[in-house]
């Protein structure tokens, strides 16, 4: 919106040669990670009141960790805020003619609408069942579909294209063809997922989707900027650069929501905050051609899931237990680890994954 009123609009009538800044995607990135920021800081203690008065709180499982038990009634779906802070700013200062822009945004809020139901059904009941799996699992398979025929589409329009891009050997382009829904589906439904696992300690999820975040916001921009694409040897989209504008904001709200749900928090996210945020990370992964540096980026997404489908599987099929409890951060919770010292031994693990992801760019 500020990208058409200022620069299309405004400068060609004044002149003002200040104005065409405006024009340049890390100007307009830097201003969404700010904009979103404020927005998460100045809003974030009038919603923590709101969530109190409103008694929208934390219900803890009964057989999670005995040292949750003082979290309960904590409010919750926080998630509203970051949507928020990472929206409006993406709104404000992207292009919004870009079709890219539209399907990040609306993916994200599709997955966030199916988070707000899960935690309003658990507020209502006061339980931590909220949607049965097979309707929430449903949903996301729904929207995934929706996605991946829209990207078809443009497919089909020369728009957009159906071949994967792997990191280690990007001599080898396959194209997908048809089978490219099933895999966007895939790819929405176990990020989304993965990132709600995640969500379990005070700041644990946000702080290292933060991270992955920022990792994306660099591949967006190499993705849409012709010399880089070229030199890395990437499918260079060139309206994917706008996508760096929405990462830029998801960077500045997850930062923005730290500030209160780092240990102890003030508020959770809620799955309308973790469900919402893996599938944004998901969706920006396909629209720039980056699916499968997505579990390099996300790697401790990806630990964190594996927990528990390893955990379950070994327990239904041999009646033991791998771990003491999954996710993973539980049980490093139950050996001894303090919390705090669990998220911060999981975000340098975060950065160490982010910053290999980016060193993939030029091995081949």
Same mark, same amino acid.
């Given at each position: 919106?500020?990208?058409?009123?200022?620069?299309?609009?405004?400068?060609?009538?004044?002149?003002?040669?200040?104005?065409?800044?405006?024009?340049?995607?890390?100007?307009?990135?830097?201003?969404?990670?700010?904009?979103?920021?404020?927005?998460?800081?100045?809003?974030?203690?009038?919603?923590?009141?709101?969530?109190?008065?409103?008694?929208?709180?934390?219900?803890?499982?009964?057989?999670?960790?005995?040292?949750?038990?003082?979290?309960?009634?904590?409010?919750?779906?926080?998630?509203?805020?970051?949507?928020?802070?990472?929206?409006?700013?993406?709104?404000?200062?992207?292009? /919004?003619?870009? !079709?890219?822009?539209?399907? @990040?945004?609306?993916? %994200? =809020?599709?997955? $966030? *609408?199916?988070?707000? &139901?899960?935690?309003?059904?658990?507020?209502?009941?006061?339980?931590?069942?909220?949607?049965?799996?097979?309707?929430?699992?449903?949903?996301?398979?729904?929207?995934?579909?929706?996605?991946?025929?829209?990207?078809?589409?443009?497919?089909?329009?020369?728009?957009?294209?159906?071949?994967?891009?792997?990191?280690?050997?990007?001599?080898?382009?396959?194209?997908?063809?048809?089978?490219?829904?099933?895999?966007?589906?895939?790819?929405?439904?176990?990020?989304?997922?993965?990132?709600?696992?995640?969500?379990?300690?005070?700041?644990?999820?946000?702080?290292?989707?933060?991270?992955?975040?920022?990792?994306?916001?660099?591949?967006?921009?190499?993705?849409?900027?012709?010399?880089?694409?070229?030199? /890395?040897?990437? !499918?260079?989209?060139?309206? @994917?650069?706008?996508? %760096? =504008?929405?990462? $830029? *904001?998801?960077?500045? &709200?997850?930062?923005?929501?730290?500030?209160?749900?780092?240990?102890?928090?003030?508020?959770?996210?809620?799955?309308?905050?973790?469900?919402?945020?893996?599938?944004?990370?998901?969706?920006?992964?396909?629209?720039?051609?980056?699916?499968?540096?997505?579990?390099?980026?996300?790697?401790?997404?990806?630990?964190?899931?594996?927990?528990?489908?390893?955990?379950?599987?070994?327990?239904?099929?041999?009646?033991?237990?791998?771990?003491?409890?999954?996710?993973?951060?539980?049980?490093?919770?139950?050996?001894?680890?303090?919390?705090?010292?669990?998220?911060?031994?999981?975000?340098?693990?975060?950065?160490?994954?982010?910053?290999?992801?980016?060193?993939?760019?030029?091995?081949?």
């Amino acid at each position: 919106m500020l990208y058409h009123l200022l620069f299309q609009l405004v400068y060609p009538r004044t002149g003002l040669t200040v104005l065409n800044v405006t024009r340049y995607i890390t100007f307009r990135t830097a201003a969404a990670t700010l904009s979103a920021l404020a927005i998460s800081l100045v809003f974030g203690p009038w919603l923590i009141r709101k969530l109190r008065e409103f008694q929208i709180g934390q219900v803890i499982r009964a057989e999670g960790p005995q040292t949750h038990r003082p979290k309960a009634g904590t409010p919750t779906m926080g998630g509203l805020l970051i949507l928020t802070a990472a929206l409006v700013p993406t709104l404000l200062w992207a292009d /919004l003619t870009n !079709v890219y822009v539209w399907i @990040a945004v609306l993916t %994200t =809020v599709g997955f $966030g *609408a199916i988070g707000f &139901a899960d935690d309003y059904l658990k507020i209502v009941r006061r339980s931590h069942h909220g949607l049965l799996p097979r309707y929430k699992m449903g949903f996301q398979v729904l929207i995934g579909l929706v996605v991946g025929v829209v990207l078809l589409v443009l497919a089909h329009e020369g728009a957009y294209n159906t071949r994967l891009v792997f990191p280690f050997f990007k001599r080898i382009i396959p194209d997908l063809g048809w089978w490219y829904l099933p895999f966007a589906v895939f790819v929405l439904a176990a990020e989304s997922n993965a990132v709600n696992l995640t969500d379990g300690l005070d700041g644990l999820a946000i702080s290292v989707f933060a991270i992955a975040a920022a990792a994306y916001t660099a591949l967006a921009y190499v993705t849409g900027h012709r010399v880089f694409a070229e030199y /890395l040897l990437l !499918v260079r989209f060139p309206q @994917a650069a706008e996508l %760096t =504008v929405f990462c $830029g *904001a998801l960077v500045g &709200a997850s930062l923005g929501f730290l500030w209160y749900n780092s240990y102890p928090a003030e508020i959770f996210m809620g799955d309308v905050g973790s469900l919402a945020l893996g599938a944004a990370l998901g969706i920006v992964a396909i629209l720039i051609k980056q699916e499968l540096l997505l579990p390099i980026v996300g790697g401790v997404f990806v630990a964190e899931a594996l927990s528990v489908i390893i955990q379950v599987t070994s327990f239904k099929l041999t009646g033991q237990r791998v771990f003491k409890m999954a996710p993973i951060h539980h049980h490093f919770e139950l050996i001894g680890w303090s919390e705090p010292k669990v998220i911060t031994r999981f975000l340098i693990v975060a950065v160490i994954f982010a910053l290999f992801s980016l060193t993939t760019l030029k091995l081949r």
